[in-house]
Each structure stands twice: as structure tokens, then as C-alpha cells.
């Protein structure tokens, strides 16, 4: 764990620039629907927001081969941008990113694929983030760390120490592999570090940077992880 405080901010999409449980469910139901299989239960609309597509759908049909490569050619041919409609941006996203960029260098690392292009336009994003990973970039998706050591190295030598910021285990999980400091957000996962809207992160971080007078050195030892993380629980601390 970095011992600066944090000159990099590594943001998650699903869950804390957007709410997309809702397009999220809808693009696993068309690819169900064109199966001729039901509708996603709760608890796996649950994994539909958390996980990569390629992950949903080996927890879906992964004890059947062929049906999981026939989910994942399916997949492939459905359009994903009659659901960004669904997709509702957290308030005053582009503000809070603006507030960000002033002060911070911007990445998001998400779990998200072939998506990523259609979902910046659509949300005039395309120049907000200095770099940009997905699942397609690394070997492996979150919650093994690859892309948020993708976004360091994209970020270069002036990116000396990164703060990620997400909504779910996986992402704890992740930049704790990584050994970056992490804000959770919202209440899907538990960790000392928490703010309940992506607009509290700024104020978050500078309160961090000077509380009680503590030098910079010190600030980001306070994003640090305080219990091991195991298995595939809610803590992530």
C-alpha cells in the first residue's frame, strides 16, 4: 500500500457513475429470452450488476458447455444500445467529474467490455477520463487486479499513488490485490472508508489530505484495507 496521498482516482462505472441495474437485467433477459430461458431470478440479477458478461453467463449456464458458448455467441450479436437508455447517470455526474479533474488524474476500470465506446458518447464522457480499461484490455476481470495495474501503467510515472473507487466485493477485492486504497460507495459492500454519493468524494478526499493536521504522507494510510478479504462476502474492508 502506497504510503502518498492519492494523485490518481480509478473509478468503477456500474454502481457509482451510473445506476444501470436496470439495462443490465434487460441485456441478460434478451440474451435468456433468446435461449428460451426464463428471466433472471433476484439473486442473479444481483450478479448481473457485479460481474463481467462473460462471468454472469458461466454462473448461468458454465455447468453446460455448449449452452454457455451458445450464451456467449448470443451475446455477442445483441446490440447493447437500446439499453443505455436505461442507464441513469448519478446526479450531477458531470460536475462531480469536472470538481475530480481539477485536482486529480481520471481512469475508470470496469468490468465492462465492448460497451465502454457506445456508453462515453452516449454520455458525452469521451474526454473526461485520461485512460480507460475494460475486461477486453486485461486477462482477467475484477476481482483480480489487472485493470487498475493496467490504469497505473497507462497513467505513467506521474501516477504515484491511485485511490479506486467502487460499489461492490469485487472491487474491494480488487484493490486490495493491487494494493491501492479504496472509498466504497453506497452500502453493497463494508469498508472504513464510505461515502453514499459519488458527489461526497472530493470533499472525502481533501478532509483526508489535511485532517488533523496530518502530513500528506499519511492521508492515504487511512484508505487502507483493516481485515483480509475472504471468499466472496460483502466485507471488503
Known amino acids: ?60 449456464f458454465g455447468h453446460d458447455s455448449s449452452r454457455y458458448a451458445a450464451a456467449l455467441r448470443v451475446a455477442a450479436t445483441i446490440d447493447y444500445r437500446p439499453f443505455l437508455e436505461l442507464m441513469a447517470p448519478v446526479d450531477g455526474l458531470h460536475d462531480v467529474l469536472d470538481e ?17 465506446p457506445d456508453l462515453l458518447r452516449e454520455f458525452d464522457l469521451e474526454e473526461t477520463f485520461d485512460v480507460v480499461v475494460g475486461i477486453l484490455d486485461v486477462a482477467r476481470p475484477k476481482p483480480h487486479p489487472d485493470m487498475l495495474l493496467e490504469c497505473a501503467r497507462r497513467l505513467g510515472p506521474a501516477c504515484r499513488s491511485a485511490v479506486y473507487v467502487g460499489d461492490s466485493p469485487s472491487d474491494g477485492m480488487a484493490a486490495r490485490a493491487a494494493g491501492m486504497g479504496f472509498v466504497a460507495v453506497g452500502d453493497r459492500c463494508d469498508h472504513p472508508v464510505r461515502i453514499g454519493h459519488l458527489r461526497e468524494l472530493a470533499d472525502l478526499l481533501a478532509r483526508e489530505r489535511s485532517r488533523d493536521g496530518v502530513p500528506e504522507s499519511g492521508a492515504a494510510e487511512r484508505f487502507a484495507f483493516v481485515s483480509p478479504v475472504v471468499g466472496r462476502g460483502r466485507d471488503c474492508s
Open 1 to 60: 500500500m502506497s504510503t502518498r496521498a492519492p494523485d490518481a482516482i480509478i473509478l468503477d462505472c456500474d454502481g457509482v457513475l451510473f445506476d444501470s441495474a436496470a439495462a443490465n437485467v434487460a441485456f441478460y433477459n434478451a440474451i435468456l429470452e433468446n435461449l428460451g430461458e426464463a428471466p433472471l431470478t433476484r439473486e442473479q440479477e444481483g450478479a448481473a450488476h457485479a460481474l463481467s458478461s462473460p462471468q454472469v453467463l458461466e454462473e448461468l
Open 100 to 116: 475530480l479533474r481539477a485536482t486529480y488524474r481520471l481512469a475508470m476500470a470496469t468490468n465492462r467490455g465492448r460497451t465502454i
